[in-house]
């Protein structure tokens, strides 16, 4: 079993999305872990969209990165520049590293609409890109 850590600013929001993704989308081939190098509690608009779709994450917690410790990855995805660049040194020599800066659907504003649609919007280009680390790297 490959062990999978996907990291962002605050683990509140794509790095939440991408892990309901990946949980549902691996098949019993990973274990999906997501941190960040803050934490900032379940963005409300992201299990909202991820529900539109199917995918419960209300039970996910917000965690920072040190509470992993000790365990050996196999993957360490980024999902922000800003933890790419600010990520705390993680021991993992093995570890392949991934990164792709998704845009953050928490920082449009206007109407609920156009906020709708940032979330829309994040959540299928997530969803594509789990899809494909998942044919691509875990089969």
């Known amino acids: 079993m490959k062990n999978v850590l996907v990291l962002c600013t605050g683990n509140s929001c794509r790095s939440q ?3 309901g993704y990946l949980n549902t989308l691996q098949n019993g081939l990973a274990t999906i872990y997501s941190a960040g190098i803050e934490t900032h509690g379940l963005n409300p608009g992201a299990v909202a969209i991820m529900g539109e779709d199917g995918i419960d994450i209300t039970g996910h917690t917000s965690n920072h990165v040190d509470e992993y410790q ?4 196999d993957y360490i995805i980024t999902v922000c520049d800003h933890a790419k660049e600010n990520c705390p040194f993680i ?15 928490s920082k449009v504003s206007g109407s609920e609409d156009e906020k709708h649609a940032a979330f829309l919007k994040a959540r299928n280009e997530i969803r594509e890109f789990c899809s494909n680390f998942v044919q691509n790297e875990l089969q």
């Open 91 to 105: 021991p993992a020599d093995q570890a392949q590293r991934i990164h792709h800066n998704f845009f953050d659907p």
């Open 70 to 73: 000790g365990i050996s990855w």
């Open 17 to 19: 999305m991408a892990h």
